[in-house]
């Protein structure tokens, strides 16, 4: 099972950006999908999750600006991030969760510029 994300880049702060997560090959209705973010010299944590009937949560430091919503139907995750800020610059990982199975993304690098 392959996990492709896309849309990160170079963004000034106050800027926004939409990563997307593609899963084809997986049955995605079944699967918790989360997006995490890891950042220079940092450990990789939790930024947003949406389980299989659209619940959500979100890191406090994101409350407010980011948004994860998923597409069953195409299978699926995006995360909007709006105001920008240079501490959210990471690379950001998308995972599907199923039980005990896990699958993750390749990355995409999101930079913030002050």
């Known amino acids: 099972v392959q996990l492709v994300e896309s849309g990160g880049g170079l963004v000034q702060a106050g800027g926004s950006l939409r990563l997307s997560c593609a899963a084809p090959?997986?049955?995605?209705?079944?699967?918790?999908m989360a997006w995490y973010r890891q950042p220079p010299g940092k450990e990789r944590d939790l930024v947003a999750s949406?389980?299989?009937?659209?619940?959500?949560k979100y890191a406090d430091a994101v409350k407010g600006r980011f948004t994860i919503s998923r597409d069953n139907a195409k299978r699926v995750v995006y995360l909007q991030m709006n105001s920008l800020k240079p501490e959210d610059t990471a690379i950001y990982y998308c995972?599907?969760?199923?039980?005990?199975?896990?699958?993750w993304g390749q990355g995409t690098q999101v930079t913030v510029s002050s």
């Open positions: 995972k599907a969760e199923l039980w005990n199975t896990q699958y």
């Open positions: 949406i389980s299989r009937d659209g619940s959500t």
């Open positions: 090959g997986l049955t995605f209705g079944h699967y918790a």
